[in-house]
């Protein structure tokens, strides 16, 4: 099957921000300031190889005054603020965030590649989340417990801010991934230090000069731009308190090995290769959009993508040829065109990991059904863009079935009966997300309490919400995001005994 290409030429005006003539700064104590080396490093388009900013290159330098600055802030003005004047704050950084939505959308989409219908798209969710965790600000507390010690002696529990927050986040949703980090620890009353990924950092300095104009006092949020090192140096840093970070299960191990120096608290939102299952009495038409969606939306980055496909014997033929469909069908192209339903991969590192993954795919004798090598020709030489790949005749053994690719590739599977596909399904060293397609409501929850995963979609695939705890089983990290809970990641509780008499 061919795929169908969108204009790759056609002019998209991008913001003022995005200029390659002024570099982007890092933000420490409320003021924009180059690295301490000086070295910059450069962001390209990934649709075009275009490069479209230059941004300070930070180092462990960098961590070590942004990491004093939120110390002294958190000490100092923040530590003063009620939970009415910091929901306040976040309250007004939401309506910034809303009024400058469609800016941060197109930031990113240039910045990492995502179709511009993608980033507009997360306005409800991003500014949801940050009005959310507003809320939560002023309903964090404490409990009083009844003990059984003798004589008058009163307990209660307080809830404390952890400190100094380091939040490490990845590329594939700059803008989401950091609002659930930096919406509930501002709300807390933490102080934060956040690293975006060196492949699309560019929305979340934008955020920063939003954070900014909010006004939070100096210091309170901090950004360190730059590669690795800056993640592994606030991970090792003995002031930072929290480390939250979403990123690969390989960078969430060395992350916990980092923070062993002062036992900081971790939160790891890491790599996943979930299960979506299709029984035959399924709604057969909505399980193959749900299933194609599942994987092709964001090019596959996505954490949660259900790339293990699991579909029952009797309709596996069919209900992949209408997968592969979907996919063959969906408009690969210029991210900035509104028509364009999957853009290009970020970095050239990642099509090199995905088309590795296709030709693994090929090689282990699975068979491309639409999709499966890099696209080729004029129109996308200077782009990183690979077609909706759909493989058939995969078996549980091979790496495209056990692997996280975090490229647009399914791998579909049949099974015999709900007892295989249960044991088939946990077979994995992940457990992050998974989907159950079935009209019988009793195999529903049967599947849903038998999987192994920190999130299970019956009859849809994907939907989020700031109320709903989000995270992981097994390598697939632990803590969770969302939900009324999710402060409680950034709080430390203290109890305390009162003798009254
Ligand atoms: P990555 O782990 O390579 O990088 C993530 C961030 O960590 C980047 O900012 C990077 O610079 C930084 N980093 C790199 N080395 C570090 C170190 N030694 N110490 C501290 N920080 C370091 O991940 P990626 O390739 O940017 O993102 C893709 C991965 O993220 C996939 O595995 C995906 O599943 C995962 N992810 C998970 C979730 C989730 O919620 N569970 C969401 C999105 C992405």
Same mark, same amino acid.
């Given at each position: 099957? %061919?795929?169908?290409?969108?204009?790759?030429?056609?002019?998209?005006?991008?913001? =003022?921000?995005?200029?390659?003539?002024?570099?982007?700064?890092?933000?420490?104590?409320? =003021?924009?300031?180059?690295?301490?080396?000086?070295? #910059?490093?450069?962001?390209? $388009?990934?649709?075009?190889? @275009?490069?479209?900013?230059?941004?300070? /290159?930070?180092?462990?330098?960098?961590?070590?005054?942004?990491?004093?600055?939120? !110390?002294?802030?958190?000490?100092?003005?923040?530590?003063?603020?009620?939970?009415?004047?910091?929901?306040?704050?976040?309250?007004?950084?939401?309506?910034?965030?809303?009024?400058?939505?469609?800016?941060?959308?197109?930031?990113? #989409?240039?910045?990492?590649?995502?179709?511009?219908?993608?980033?507009?798209?997360?306005?409800?969710?991003?500014?949801? *989340?940050?009005?959310?965790?507003?809320?939560?600000? #002023?309903?964090?507390?404490?409990? #009083?417990?009844?003990?059984?010690?003798?004589?008058?002696?009163?307990?209660?529990?307080?809830?404390?801010?952890?400190?100094?927050?380091?939040?490490?986040?990845?590329?594939?949703?700059?803008?989401?991934?950091?609002?659930?980090?930096?919406?509930?620890?501002?709300?807390?009353? +933490?102080?934060?230090?956040?690293?975006?990924? /060196?492949?699309?950092?560019?929305?979340?300095?934008?955020?920063? %000069? &939003?954070? +900014?104009?909010?006004?939070?006092?100096?210091?309170?949020?901090?950004?360190?731009?730059?590669?690795?090192?800056?993640?592994?140096?606030?991970?090792?840093?003995?002031?930072?308190?929290?480390?939250?970070?979403?990123?690969?299960? /390989?960078?969430?191990?060395?992350?916990? !090995?980092?923070?062993?120096?002062?036992?900081? !608290?971790?939160?790891?939102?890491?790599?996943?290769?979930?299960?979506?299952?299709?029984?035959?009495?399924?709604?057969?038409?909505?399980?193959? &959009?749900?299933?194609?969606?599942?994987?092709?939306?964001?090019?596959?980055?996505?954490?949660?993508?259900?790339?293990?496909?699991?579909?029952?014997?009797?309709?596996?033929?069919?209900?992949?040829?209408?997968?592969? /469909?979907?996919?063959?069908?969906?408009?690969?192209?210029?991210?900035?065109?509104?028509?364009?339903?999957?853009?290009?991969?970020?970095?050239?590192?990642? *099509?090199? !990991?995905?088309?590795?993954?296709?030709?693994?795919?090929?090689?282990?004798?699975?068979?491309?059904?639409?999709?499966?090598?890099?696209?080729?020709?004029?129109?996308?030489?200077?782009?990183?863009?690979?077609?909706?790949?759909?493989?058939?005749?995969?078996?549980?053994?091979?790496?495209?079935?056990?692997? %996280?690719?975090?490229?647009?590739?399914?791998?579909?599977?049949?099974?015999?009966?709900?007892? $295989?596909?249960?044991?088939?399904?946990?077979?994995?060293?992940?457990?992050?997300?998974?989907?159950?397609?079935?009209?019988?409501?009793?195999?529903?929850? @049967?599947?849903?309490?038998?999987? =192994?995963?920190?999130?299970?979609?019956?009859? +849809?695939?994907?939907? &989020? $919400?700031?109320?709903?705890?989000?995270?992981?089983?097994?390598?697939?990290?632990?803590?969770?995001?969302?939900?009324?809970?999710?402060?409680?990641?950034? *709080?430390?509780?203290?109890?305390?005994?009162?003798?009254?008499?």
């Amino acid at each position: 099957m %061919e795929t169908r290409v969108t204009d790759q030429s056609a002019p998209f005006a991008s913001p =003022q921000f995005i200029n390659p003539d002024t570099p982007r700064l890092l933000l420490i104590d409320g =003021q924009w300031r180059p690295s301490a080396s000086g070295k #910059t490093f450069s962001t390209s $388009d990934p649709s075009t190889g @275009r490069i479209v900013a230059s941004i300070a /290159e930070g180092s462990e330098r960098d961590v070590d005054m942004a990491v004093a600055a939120a !110390r002294r802030a958190f000490e100092g003005a923040w530590r003063k603020f009620k939970p009415f004047e910091r929901q306040r704050l976040l309250l007004r950084l939401a309506d910034l965030v809303d009024e400058h939505f469609e800016e941060l959308a197109t930031i990113e #989409t240039i910045d990492m590649g995502a179709p511009i219908t993608r980033t507009r798209g997360g306005r409800q969710r991003v500014v949801g *989340l940050i009005r959310f965790y507003a809320g939560l600000a #002023t309903a964090i507390h404490g409990e #009083t417990i009844e003990n059984s010690i003798a004589g008058e002696v009163f307990s209660y529990t307080l809830k404390e801010p952890v400190g100094v927050v380091g939040a490490i986040v990845p590329w594939n949703s700059p803008i989401g991934l950091g609002i659930w980090k930096i919406a509930p620890a501002l709300a807390t009353g +933490c102080t934060v230090v956040l690293k975006p990924a /060196e492949q699309a950092s560019l929305s979340l300095l934008r955020l920063g %000069e &939003l954070i +900014c104009e909010a006004g939070f006092p100096d210091g309170v949020f901090n950004v360190v731009t730059g590669f690795g090192n800056v993640g592994a140096a606030l991970s090792a840093h003995p002031d930072v308190n929290k480390i939250t970070f979403t990123g690969s299960t /390989e960078t969430g191990q060395a992350i916990i !090995r980092a923070s062993a120096g002062n036992v900081k !608290r971790l939160s790891l939102e890491l790599g996943g290769k979930s299960p979506d299952i299709v029984f035959a009495d399924a709604d057969i038409e909505a399980a193959a &959009l749900g299933a194609a969606n599942a994987v092709f939306v964001n090019s596959g980055q996505m954490c949660i993508a259900g790339s293990r496909l699991y579909v029952e014997h009797g309709i596996y033929d069919e209900f992949v040829a209408r997968v592969a /469909e979907y996919g063959a069908n969906m408009r690969v192209g210029a991210p900035l065109d509104p028509d364009t339903q999957m853009g290009p991969l970020v970095s050239g590192e990642q *099509l090199d !990991r995905v088309t590795g993954y296709m030709a693994a795919g090929v090689r282990e004798g699975a068979r491309a059904v639409t999709g499966g090598a890099r696209l080729h020709g004029a129109a996308w030489s200077q782009g990183f863009f690979v077609p909706p790949t759909v493989f058939a005749g995969v078996k549980d053994s091979m790496s495209i079935a056990r692997e %996280e690719i975090f490229g647009p590739v399914i791998s579909a599977m049949p099974f015999t009966d709900i007892d $295989d596909v249960i044991h088939r399904a946990n077979d994995t060293a992940f457990g992050l997300g998974s989907g159950v397609w079935t009209r019988d409501v009793g195999k529903a929850h @049967r599947v849903s309490a038998a999987i =192994q995963s920190g999130t299970v979609w019956v009859n +849809c695939y994907l939907p &989020l $919400d700031p109320a709903v705890p989000f995270g992981g089983y097994k390598m697939s990290g632990y803590g969770r995001e969302s939900g009324i809970h999710h402060v409680d990641e950034f *709080l430390n509780v203290k109890s305390v005994f009162l003798k009254t008499a």
